[in-house]
């Protein structure tokens, strides 16, 4: 880190920070998503908000869009866990629920351990969503 | 979008109050001092001789332009140094800092704990001193400083006890830059003083030890002026100050290099042991291409300050107008006026100060946040949080300071940018009503 031509962050970090995916640009219209789930960590102020659509029988993401009032480095997790649960034919939830906070840093190419609790929420918020879907179809 | 990703040549430094590029009049003057005149002052022979003559003369010439007597400059290396030997080399005339198993202190030269008056927004050289005293035995009055950022000076009489052996109050903030009322607050430790000395000879002191004389002097009156050594008026006296500190990288003078002004009378204990420099109070090798800078840069930046000043009030004033205008949801962080020529602070709602200066960086532009994204300790900015604002501002926060360098242009190129990035990332923020 921390060569003057090399960014600040990894590359990978970078790139997602500037060009993020996926996120969601205007509110959700009614019935557009099957779940929504929320995480935040008060320390550093950073907030996250997660959409998804499932597809109900193979319990397949098939879309996943999100926002955040976050650094750097919760922009760009955020991007890149979008990217691994949607592509291909996308993650059944199950798998994506097994996605762990290093498996997205070692993605990213690495981010600096303080930023580590504060910046990666997605599988936080994705957790929550999966939680509150599951709710939702026991209703 | 993509469309504001663009090649910079150019880069548009915004971020004086970190640091200042060196003065090349400055540079010039220390030229000399690192191949020709490289003697160390404490040596008996000519290349000494030369090396002492240069750091002698440097020293009568600070102390000109702060009206102090040479004696009263000691050279450090840097604020931080300054500012802890002010604070830990005043309190240990006090107590010797040994605590026993329960944090008590085991010895103190005076009746009860002494005491420190400060501030909430202090820099954390400061602070962090104050707190570590905290720890061992010492009370601290952390002084707020109201929405504008500025202290009252009636907070700080409140404040001062029989036993407040310093006050240490910055002359202006670091972040904000707004500037402390120096010669209200000095007047009011002077009269506190006076009426204790008063008190004293009236009747028949309780306390016989021998740290007595000393006690008859506090509190002292400690002045960061680091970030106010370029724009404001330096004159000891006038202020009334017994202690300030200064250092040379923020006014285009070299980094490793400042000072410490402590008027005569005041015992300072050295933080480090070793030779005889600096009246024994510093110890060490002197940084003699150092203090050739500091005295060249010291000199230029108090004789041009007014000119500066008048060119830079102008642009801070136009800066902040277009930003808090164009950009919906923008406030200045502290007093409009009463601050530094140099400081724009802002908070920008629904974003996160990290990621505007990443992308300013991108776009050719140097700034600073007081987002805790980017501390080490994960901390928002204890000075927009001692504005009492909410979290908020202190995560959306963004400092741009001024200097030599920039022009209009900078700034016009600054508000064409800013205003695109501000929406690209209140558009993916979880928080902003769209």
Not at chain 1, 102 to 124: E, M, N, T, Y
Not at chain 2, 221 to 235: K, P
Not at chain 2, 393 to 407: A, C, D, E, K, Q
């Amino acid at each position: 880190m921390a060569k003057v031509e090399q960014w600040y962050y990894s590359d990978k970090v970078k790139e997602h920070f500037f060009k993020p995916k996926n996120f969601l640009a205007k509110d959700p219209g009614e019935g557009e998503f099957d779940a929504y789930g929320e995480a935040g960590n008060f320390a550093c102020g950073d907030i996250m908000k997660m959409w998804l659509k499932i597809e109900p029988e193979t319990k397949r993401i098939k879309d996943l869009k999100w926002q955040t009032w976050g650094c750097a480095t919760a922009i760009a997790s955020t991007s890149i866990f979008s990217e691994m649960v949607t592509e291909k034919e996308g993650m059944t939830l199950e798998e994506a629920l097994k996605i762990t906070p290093a498996d997205i840093a070692k993605r990213l190419g690495g981010i600096p351990s303080r930023k580590f609790h504060c910046s990666v929420l997605a599988d936080q918020a994705f957790k929550n969503a999966v939680d509150n879907y599951y709710k939702k179809l026991i209703k | 979008m993509s469309s504001i990703i663009i090649y910079m040549i150019k880069r548009i430094y915004m971020d004086h109050a970190a640091t200042t590029y060196l003065d090349p009049r400055v540079k010039k003057a220390m030229d000399n001092f690192w191949l020709a005149k490289f003697g160390n002052p404490s040596s008996l022979y000519k290349e000494g001789r030369e090396a002492k003559e240069a750091v002698e003369k440097a020293r009568k010439e600070i102390a000109g332009l702060i009206n102090a007597k040479p004696e009263g400059i000691i050279f450090t290396s840097g604020g931080t140094e300054s500012d802890n030997l002010a604070i830990f080399g005043v309190a240990r005339n006090f107590v010797s800092l040994k605590t026993d198993n329960k944090g008590n202190l085991t010895e103190t030269k005076i009746s009860g704990s002494p005491h420190i008056i400060t501030t909430k927004f202090e820099h954390h050289a400061v602070l962090n001193p104050c707190k570590f005293l905290e720890k061992r035995g010492f009370d601290v009055t952390y002084l707020d400083v109201g929405k504008e950022g500025i202290v009252k000076p009636e907070d700080v009489k409140k404040a001062l006890r029989k036993n407040t052996v310093l006050v240490s109050i910055m002359y202006a903030n670091n972040e904000i830059g707004t500037v402390q009322p120096i010669p209200e607050i000095s007047k009011i430790i002077r009269n506190f003083r006076n009426a204790k000395h008063e008190a004293r000879n009236s009747k028949v002191s309780d306390f016989g030890f021998r740290i007595s004389d000393l006690r008859e002097k506090t509190p002292f009156f400690h002045v960061d002026a680091c970030q106010a050594a370029g724009y404001l008026d330096l004159n000891v006296e006038k202020l009334g100050v017994d202690l300030m500190t200064i250092n040379g990288s923020k006014i285009y003078g070299p980094k490793g290099i400042g000072l410490l002004y402590a008027k005569k009378g005041i015992k300072l204990e050295p933080l480090m042991a070793g030779g005889e420099q600096e009246r024994k109070i510093r110890p060490g090798t002197e940084n003699v291409p150092g203090i050739i800078g500091l005295a060249s840069a010291l000199r230029i930046s108090q004789k041009e300050k007014n000119k500066e000043k008048k060119r830079l009030v102008a642009l801070r004033d136009y800066f902040i107008k277009r930003l808090t205008a164009e950009i919906p949801k923008s406030f200045l962080n502290g007093h409009p006026k009463i601050r530094l020529p140099n400081n724009i602070n802002v908070s920008i709602l629904g974003t996160e100060g990290e990621s505007i200066v990443l992308y300013l960086d991108e776009l050719g532009v140097a700034c600073s946040t007081g987002s805790a994204c980017t501390s080490e300790s994960l901390e928002p900015s204890h000075v927009i949080m001692a504005l009492g604002k909410p979290h908020e501002y202190s995560h959306g926060s963004v400092r741009f300071t001024l200097g030599r360098r920039n022009t209009k242009k900078d700034i016009d190129y600054v508000m064409k940018i800013l205003p695109g990035v501000v929406e690209r990332l209140r558009k993916i923020s979880a928080t902003w009503q769209k």
